[in-house]
């Protein structure tokens, strides 16, 4: 079976602070995205991460894709609240697979 | 368009009904899916449609029923639902099964069954 873990599994922090959420696995992915769901709304794609090693950028989100293409990161700089929600990382494999989730609050 | 759209919003059933959720896609995607997303937990695949054929099953009570009149349409038909069946259920969809598999979803149907 494949799985995607993400840690932290829960984030509370203060407007301004820097957060990185980590999805890792022991399965290799053709590619990783990762979406953000806000309470009763559905996730939304936030960036496709395909080739090992690649860094893309999305205002004050970074994503890595590691080099074994089994994991990713999520860098956020200067948190708003507006960034909070769930973050799901899903690697494609014969179908998507989400990772466990991170929620995360950014208070004022 | 760049939207998929769920109907109901909100959905309230005793075990006994027999009710419908309503999903709609104008993107020219020719892959859709439905998931249930309990809370707190990310979503599990229940269905996968092709080209309007069902391509996946993932061992899904037969309680629940899919369909895909169109290949813009998909339906998932409700009969006999437990308590533990209540959850947020969501329809995506994506160009197709091979290559990227960007997923867009729909804003879900919260489903409560009495």
Request: with cysteine; hydrophobic share 35%.
């Amino acid at each position: 079976t494949q799985l995607l873990e993400q840690s932290p599994q829960f984030l509370s922090i203060q407007e301004g602070e820097n957060l990185t959420v980590y999805c890792n696995s022991s399965s290799v992915f053709s590619s990783l995205q990762w979406y953000r769901q806000e309470p009763g709304e559905g996730p939304v794609l936030l960036v496709t991460v395909v080739t090992g090693g690649e860094v893309k950028k999305l205002k004050r989100l970074t994503f890595q894709f590691g080099d074994a293409r089994k994991d990713s990161s999520l860098h956020i700089t200067a948190a708003q609240p507006g960034d909070t929600g769930l973050y799901l990382c899903a690697g494609e494999a014969d179908k998507l697979i989400f990772g466990t989730g991170t929620r995360l609050q950014v208070f004022p | 368009d760049t939207e998929v759209t769920q109907t109901p919003k909100h959905l309230v059933m005793g075990m006994t009904n027999k009710k419908s959720l309503k999903c709609e896609q104008h993107m020219g995607h020719r892959a859709m899916y439905w998931y249930k997303q309990k809370a707190k937990k990310p979503p599990e695949l229940m269905f996968v449609y092709s080209y309007e054929k069902l391509s996946i099953n993932e061992s899904v009570p037969s309680r629940f029923s899919p369909e895909c009149p169109n290949s813009s349409l998909l339906n998932l038909h409700l009969h006999a639902l437990q308590p533990e069946d209540s959850a947020l259920y969501l329809c995506a969809s994506s160009q197709g099964l091979a290559g990227l598999n960007e997923q867009f979803f729909g804003p879900g149907t919260r489903l409560t069954v009495l």
